[in-house]
């Protein structure tokens, strides 16, 4: 699920994480829902990664 149709779903995202490479780069393509996790009713934990990366030298 993309995240933006997510959070128009799920409304009240309380903490927010990209998923990313160890290695420098840029996220590319659609940024897709990967985990949502509740730990309580309170909070809503999402976890979102891009379709690909593309890896960048500095």
Do not use: H, N, Q, W
């Not at 979102?48 to 960048?56: F, I, L, N, Q, T």
């Amino acid at each position: 699920m993309e995240f933006l149709e997510a959070r128009r779903l799920l409304g009240r995202i309380t903490s927010f994480s990209v998923l990313r490479p160890v290695y420098p780069a840029l996220g590319c393509g659609k940024l897709r829902v990967l985990r949502i996790r509740e730990p309580d009713e309170e909070r809503l934990e999402v976890i979102a990664g891009y379709e690909s990366y593309e890896r960048v030298d500095l």
